[in-house]
């Protein structure tokens, strides 16, 4: 048999590494993809390709027996004398035989039944065996397309890193990762060091193929699968599943494995569809073939996600442990087709390992120095599953085009395609870039920040920034000027800012801007501007109330240490009330009553502002707590991931001071605490707690009180939990005291999945409350009930909530509608 390429220049480049290879077939002559080859009496190895094509390296010669197996094949031993290296082995699988005993028919119960609670009951005992361990991991990720459009929406979408066909076929995505980690079961910790990381075409081979990403663990009741779905095999599983023995066949040992097919109770649940192998007696996981849709994992763009374990027997520890994972994907959406592979293999178990006291920390990834940097024969020492044809191609076309592709010649002449100015631009916006220089230059077009209000009618800008690039860590600078021109009150506001940051470590950044702008009398925005501008043109409402100012500002922020976030603001400006200039809108003006006025304390008041004008200097200076945040270290740049486990804090301290009347000047103290919680199959609870307080109740400037965000909207585009869902935008405001809370449960299938007929729908129940306190005002409640995932298909992003408030003994009650992802 002809070698491949691959293996060609594996043995020139090191002829003394000991190896046994071959193709591994099925009796068609079909190449089998994933088939876990290792020595017997070990638990791992390797793995083939997706050409069928194994390495597997040892370090003697002589008599060995080498196991082939792999999921719905017969497993085999086969007993070799090796006299000399490379060693050729070539296998042919036979299907495994399913076959369901007369005792399982004449069983009264279900017998998979009774094979699944055993498992759910074994749990404990099973993942204990492997509560701590230490293991190599190698990953590799693939993606590919299929007759790519040349444009999407008017725009030329490239060659894709030029891995693809005459056909716009080929390989888009091809990375791989070799790893050690760490992992403790009590308390739950995991620990990652990336040895080596490469990305086919680029130049800093940071992957992202991680290890915790990949663990799959069907013995959790939820399982993180693209979503959090319900495990086959979880403490409630018989809510959402239905399973039936197929049959069953024994193992290389000898052992019982019972092939049960998951068949779930509701279509569109968050539950896997296929097939468990479980080891009779043991009750542990022998292997999974699963697969879940879109609409399941609620990824619409997805149309199946296939994921297939294997496991192993560890005499070491009398367990049954992962050794080899895959999941395949296809993606049909706007035209664009994806398929892809994420492969992994775990090597070189050690389960009693000797942890010490600082072994795991909240840095939970790290690469070890020059892991992206590895040569050709490093990684053919190295990569434990061979690459095919097609992915050795890929990497020496992308390494030869990346050079290229570097060059100032290449980028130039790209430039100078992205760089050609059209009768458009003026209007859209236009860039010119200098690739090779690391610079761009940009003018924002007047479609960019076109809006309408009734101060300014329709408003829109006109600017010019810069950016330079300064290294690949995240250094850079940027400037520009800005001019907004109303054409209603016929005023041009002009502006200009600066900022810096050095590195994505800390990510230390530093502004400064100034000019003149309008801003919003509730600094936290209720209310966006296309929002606004859609109300008023279409139904004359002008719910956003705005004043000018002209200012000069500077601002720092910096994660100061891991989890503290520190930032800072100073502003000197000059506050000027304004006053409404157009009454235009679209809806006819005999039908419809003018626009409310543009002081918030009073609508009817079209003559006298909320505000006087006065000139007013601003100090913030806050700090943002994530309590045990985990984070990744990659070679450039540091990436946070939070903690679930506890909540976020945030405080901050305001100081108005320098007014020319004293009353204006006001210290007020903020803090904010919030939380994610994931409640397995149970949903997702979450919390947001909001409170301030003055130190002295005085008569400050309206836009420096204390106010809530409320909504006025029947679709909500905002599904942040800062917000309440019928109170008016400007109805209650303090500059005393106040406490806000957001509570809200979803519950996904735990409840409305239990009802019959209803459960058929997939819909998720949502329940929430909402409260304010303020020292000088009526409490103000909602409680909210809703039903989300609604939609067609794949296609389920609308929510629909039922919210009744309760305001000094005044209740209301109405819908809400808003995007739920």
Known sequence: MKYPFFLFLFLISIPLFSQIQGKITDKKGEPLSFVSIYLDKTITGTTSNDNGDYVLNIKRKGKQIIVFQILGYKTIKKVVNITSFPFRLDIILEEESVRLSEISISTKDNPANRIIRNVIANKDKNTDKFAKYTAKFYSRGLYKIKDAPEKFLGRNMGDFGGGLDSTRSGIIYLSETVSEIKYQKKPKKFKEKIIASKVSGRDNGISFNRAEDANINFYQNSVEFGNDLVSPISNNAFSYYKFKLVGTFYDKNGKLINKINLIPKRKNDRVFNGAIYIVEDDWALYGADVSVTGAQVNIPVVDVLHLKQDYNYSEQNDAWVLISQSIDFKVNVFGFKFDGRFSSA?????????????????????????????????????????????EVKDYKIKDSIKVVRKSKKYLDSVNKKQNKFNVLSPITGYTYRNSFEKWSLSFNGLIDELSFNTIQGFNASLGLSYFKRQNEKGKWWRAG??????????????????????????????????GITTAQFNGREPISKFDNMLRSLLKRRNYMKIYEKSFARIAYSEEIKNGVYFSSTLEYANRKPLFNSTNY????????????????????????????????????????????QKYLSYPDRKFNVGNSKYPTLSVNYRKTFGASNSDLNSDLFTANLRQNINAGNYGNFRYNIRGGLFLKQKNIAFMDYLQVNGNE??????NSLNSFGLLDYYQLFTNDKYAEAHIEHNFKGAVLGKIPLINKLNLHLVGGTKTLFMADKNAYTEYSVGLG???????RFLRIDYVQSNYAGIKNDGFLFRLSF
């Open 481 to 514: 000027v800005k001019a907004n021109y109303g054409f209603s009150d016929e005023q041009v506001r002009p502006t200009f800012y600066f900022s810096k940051k050095w590195n994505n470590i800390s990510r230390p950044r530093m502004s400064i801007s100034g």
């Open 713 to 718: 909207l029947l679709f909500v585009s905002d």
């Open 585 to 628: 809108s679209f809806g006819r003006q005999s039908k419809n009553a003018p626009y409310t006025s543009n002081n918030p304390l009073n609508l009817a008041d079209y003559t006298n502002a909320a505000f006087a004008e006065h000139k007013i200097t601003t100090l913030n200076v806050g700090a943002t707590f994530v309590f045990n």
């Open 346 to 390: 775990y090597s070189k178990y050690n389960f009693t390992p000797n942890y010490k006291e600082n072994t795991f920390t909240n840095e939970v990834l790290t690469f070890e120095n020059e892991a992206t940097q590895k040569d050709t024969v490093y990684w053919n020492k190295l990569r434990p599953v061979p690459l095919t044809k097609e």
């Open 789 to 795: 995932n609604i939609g067609f298909g794949k296609w």
